[in-house]
């Protein structure tokens, strides 16, 4: 261990007792350790880029519930299995809040996964031209949340709506998934190919435990591209 030396000095200066060294010494190793977990569960998560909740603008949407977002940072929802849906316009902060959500999860012991809707969709589709679609599926059983990012900024054809249908059947009740979409839930159907019905069975299982977070305002990136100019 690095603290190794430091340790003992300090419990040599301090005169304290080999049981007091033992202990702190245990003590280190233990948050070593926990400290690299958490590390490789935010490697393996897969995150585009670090979005701390300490860092997101509440003041720029006062239509989100600041109070519902650190309650959810508290990842009560992953041990019910709840899902999340972040609902808005582009660059209100849905994809921030996500990942922000899902590094406290890392950080509490949970396994997280970053997709966004068309890469979950590509993973499927190499997942069967190789054969593996049950592998695939049972490393997914294996993650804490998943997160869906852009659901409905791109059309999905049907096989990619079957298996994102697949896909939200496999969660339901087992992993928490959050979700940031730009559509209300009566859009979706325009983006898993037309097909109503599909979308409303998934509408169903997303929907039985969840947390809806609706963002309104304009752009972020927007307003700090309006700042630069002037």
Same mark, same amino acid.
């Given at each position: 261990?690095?603290?190794?030396?430091?340790?003992?000095?300090?419990?040599?200066?301090?005169?304290?007792?080999?049981?007091?060294?033992?202990?702190?010494?245990?003590?280190?190793?233990?948050?070593?350790?926990?400290?690299?977990?958490?590390?490789?569960?935010?490697?393996?998560?897969?995150?585009?880029?670090?979005?701390?909740?300490?860092?997101?603008?509440?003041?720029?949407?006062?239509? #989100?519930?600041?109070?519902?977002?650190?309650?959810? $940072?508290?990842? *009560? =929802?992953? +041990?019910?299995?709840?899902?999340? &849906?972040? !609902?808005?316009?582009?660059?209100?902060?849905?994809?921030?809040?996500?990942?922000?959500?899902?590094?406290?999860?890392?950080?509490?012991?949970?396994?997280?996964k970053f997709f966004t809707a068309s890469s979950i969709v590509n993973t499927y589709r190499e997942a069967?031209?190789?054969?593996?679609?049950?592998?695939?599926?049972?490393?997914?059983?294996?993650?804490?949340?998943?997160?869906?990012?852009?659901?409905?900024? #791109?059309?999905?054809?049907?096989?990619?709506?079957? $298996?994102?249908? *697949? =896909?939200? +059947?496999?969660?339901?009740?087992? &992993?928490? !998934?959050?979700?940031?979409?730009?559509?209300?839930?009566?859009?979706?159907?325009?983006?898993?190919?037309?097909?109503?019905?599909?979308?409303?069975?998934?509408?169903?299982?997303?929907?039985?435990?969840?947390?809806?977070?609706?963002?309104?305002?304009?752009?972020?990136?927007?307003?700090?591209?309006?700042?630069?100019?002037?």
């Amino acid at each position: 261990m690095a603290e190794y030396s430091s340790l003992c000095a300090e419990c040599s200066r301090e005169q304290a007792t080999y049981a007091d060294y033992l202990s702190r010494l245990t003590s280190a190793e233990l948050s070593e350790r926990e400290s690299k977990a958490v590390t490789r569960r935010i490697n393996a998560a897969k995150f585009p880029t670090p979005k701390e909740l300490s860092d997101f603008d509440f003041k720029a949407v006062p239509s #989100l519930n600041k109070q519902k977002v650190l309650e959810l $940072s508290r990842c *009560g =929802f992953v +041990s019910d299995r709840t899902n999340i &849906v972040l !609902v808005g316009p582009p660059g209100v902060g849905k994809t921030h809040l996500a990942i922000s959500l899902s590094l406290s999860a890392c950080r509490l012991g949970h396994r997280a996964k970053f997709f966004t809707a068309s890469s979950i969709v590509n993973t499927y589709r190499e997942a069967r031209e190789e054969r593996v679609v049950s592998r695939l599926e049972s490393s997914l059983r294996k993650l804490d949340v998943i997160v869906i990012d852009e659901l409905g900024y #791109l059309p999905i054809d049907q096989t990619g709506a079957e $298996s994102l249908f *697949g =896909f939200f +059947s496999l969660c339901y009740e087992q &992993v928490s !998934v959050i979700v940031t979409t730009n559509l209300p839930f009566a859009q979706w159907p325009q983006t898993f190919a037309g097909d109503a019905r599909m979308t409303g069975a998934l509408l169903d299982r997303l929907t039985h435990r969840v947390e809806i977070l609706a963002i309104e305002g304009d752009s972020y990136r927007l307003k700090q591209s309006r700042k630069k100019k002037r």
